[in-house]
C-alpha cells in the first residue's frame, strides 16, 4: 500500500564467543588465585559484556572488602575470530589502603541520627569496606522513609583516613487511606486506615523520627469487620530486637458455616534476626472469643460452642527466610515453623497446643521470566487438662482462595455426616505447585495444582482417597460417631491471573476440582483475592 513503508533490518549473527585465557596484571595485595576465586565468568564460559562487568564489580569488591576503595579495573578484550576464544586481561591500578575517619549524616530534618546510623554496617575506626557500605545503603533504602539515599568518601587532613558521608532525601512516610474492595474470602468490604511508617511516640505533636511504625485501620464489610491498632519498635531497648504492641476487634461472618465468631484481645510480641535469613519471635496473646448466631439446624458439635470463653496464650516462631524479594520472588525459600501453648500455667480457659509448619520455595527459570513455586504446609492441635474438645475456632479449616483452590472456603476436612456442616479438623496437610508467566506489564498469567486433606483427630496425617462414605470408627472425646474424620484426599487445578495493581496484587483463579470427597465436587469454583501474603 502506498501509505505503509516496510522496514527490513539485516542481522549479522557473527559468532559466538568463548572466554579464552584470564590474566591479570598489576595485582600485589592478592594472589592470582585470590582474584581468579571471585570471577563470575570463567574461562570457558560463554562471553558476554554483562559477564565483564560482574567480574569487573567482583574484582573491585573484592579489593574494596579491605578497604582499597581506589583501585581501578580496566579489563583488555583480545578476540580470535579463527578459535572464537576472547582472552582478557585485567589491568588492576591499586590504591592505598582507606579507613573511616568519623560517619556524617546530613540531609534529615525529621529523622534522628540513631535511626540512620543504627542501619550502617560499619563502624569509625574500621577499614572502609565498600561493600558493606552498600550494604548500608540498602538497609537504608529499604527502611522506605527516604526518596534517595547516597554513601560517599571524603577526603580528610589525615593520610589513608576518610569520612563517610551519608546523605539522605526524605520523604512522606504518613498516610491515610481508605477504599473498598471484595474477595471471595471476605465478600464486599470498606476499610480506612491511619499508618506512619517512621512513627516517634515521644516527639508530641509531630510523632515523627524514630522509626518505630504505627497503625489504625477499621474496616467494615458483609462478612468480616476488624478494628486494629498496632505499634512496633524495631530497634526495643537500642539493640536489634523488634517489639510489637497489637489491640484488635475482629469479626467473621462466616459464609459458608452456621454460626458467628468475634474475637476482642491484644497481643505483644518480640523478634530478633539470627543471622542473615533466620528470625526468632515469642508472642503473648490474650484473646475473648464468642461463638453466637448458630444456626438452630447446625451440628451438634457446633451448637455446643455456643457462648464466649477466654484463651491465653504463648507462641513461639522460627523462620528462614532468602526470597530476593518479598513481593514478587523469584528466587528463594521461605520456611515458618510455629509452636502454640495456651491455658495452663498461663490461665484462661482454652487448654490446648499446637504446632505448624510452612514452607515455600521459588525458582525462576530461564525461560520467558517463568516463576515456579512450590509449597507445603501442615499443623496439628490438641487438648489437654480441663479442655474436653478442642474449640472450634482453633481446628483448622481448609479450601478456597488462600488453601485449596477448586472449593468453597472452609470446606476442604471434616464434616457432621448427618449435616454436613464443615467441623473442622485437628491436623491438616496442604501442597500446591503454581507456575506464573508474564501477559503484558502489570499481568502475569498461572497454573496451578492445589491439594489437602484434614483429620479429625490430632497428630493423624493418613490419607485415604475418594472414601466420601466411611465414617470414623474412633472419633476423638467429645466427637459423635457421625463426624466424617477420615482424612480424604482433595485435588484441584486451573489457572489464573496476577495483577500488580497500584492497590495492591489482585490474584484472580478458576480451580476445578478433581479429586473429592462426597461433599465436595461439583463445578468450578472462581475465587480472587487482593494483597500481600507474606
Known sequence: KPEELVVTVVIFEGIEYRVGKIQFQGNTIFTTPQIRSRLVMKEGDVFSPSGLSKNISAVQDLYGERGYINTRVNPERLANVESGRMDLLFVISEGPQ???????????????????????????????????????????????????????????????????????????????????????VDSLLGFVEVSQSNFDLFNFPYFVGAGQKFRVRAQYGLQRQDFVISFTEP?????????????????????????????????????????????????????????????????????????????????????????????????????????????????????????????????????????????????????????????????????????????????????????????????????????????????????????????IDSFNWDVTVAEGDKLNSNPPAGFNELAYGYGNFNLGAGFGFRLNLPVGPLRVDLGFPLIHDRFNGGGPKFSFDVGYQF
Open 98 to 184: 582507606s579507613f573511616i575517619e568519623k560517619i556524617t549524616v546530613q540531609g534529615n530534618s525529621k529523622t534522628k541520627d540513631k535511626v540512620i546510623r543504627r542501619e550502617l554496617a560499619v563502624t569509625p575506626g574500621e577499614v572502609y569496606d565498600s561493600v558493606l557500605v552498600d550494604a548500608s545503603k540498602q538497609r537504608l533504602q529499604n527502611l522506605g522513609y527516604f526518596e534517595k539515599v547516597d554513601i560517599s568518601p571524603r577526603d580528610t587532613s589525615v593520610p589513608n583516613r576518610k569520612d563517610m558521608v551519608v546523605t539522605v532525601e526524605e520523604k512522606r512516610t504518613g498516610s491515610i487511606s481508605f477504599g473498598a474492595g471484595f474477595s471471595s
Open 235 to 455: 530497634w526495643f531497648l537500642d539493640k536489634r530486637l523488634s517489639l510489637g504492641v497489637e489491640l484488635f476487634a475482629r469479626q467473621n461472618d462466616f459464609n459458608n458455616a452456621e454460626y458467628n465468631q468475634r474475637n476482642i484481645g491484644g497481643s505483644v510480641s518480640l523478634a530478633r534476626a539470627l543471622g542473615q535469613f533466620w528470625t526468632a519471635s515469642i508472642a503473648y496473646s490474650f484473646q475473648n472469643i464468642e461463638i453466637f448466631d448458630i444456626d438452630p439446624n447446625a451440628a451438634q458439635i457446633i451448637q455446643d460452642e455456643d457462648g464466649a470463653r477466654s484463651s491465653s496464650s504463648v507462641t513461639m516462631g522460627l523462620v528462614y527466610d532468602t526470597r530476593d524479594n518479598i513481593f514478587q520472588p523469584r528466587q528463594g525459600e521461605k520456611v515458618n515453623f510455629t509452636a502454640q501453648f495456651s491455658g495452663g500455667p498461663l490461665l484462661g480457659q482454652t487448654d490446648i497446643y499446637k504446632f505448624e509448619v510452612d514452607a515455600r520455595k521459588w525458582v525462576g527459570l530461564p525461560w520467558y521470566d517463568l516463576i515456579l513455586s512450590f509449597g507445603a504446609s501442615t499443623g496439628t492441635v490438641e487438648r489437654y487438662d480441663d479442655t474436653q474438645v478442642v474449640p472450634l475456632f482453633d481446628r483448622f479449616f481448609e479450601g478456597g482462595a488462600r488453601s485449596v483452590r477448586g472449593f468453597e472456603t472452609r470446606a476442604v476436612g471434616p464434616k457432621d455426616f448427618g449435616t454436613g456442616d464443615a467441623i473442622g479438623g485437628q491436623t491438616y496437610v496442604t501442597a500446591d505447585v503454581e507456575l506464573t508467566f508474564p501477559i503484558i506489564e502489570r499481568v502475569r498469567g498461572a497454573f496451578f495444582v492445589d491439594a489437602g486433606w484434614a483429620n
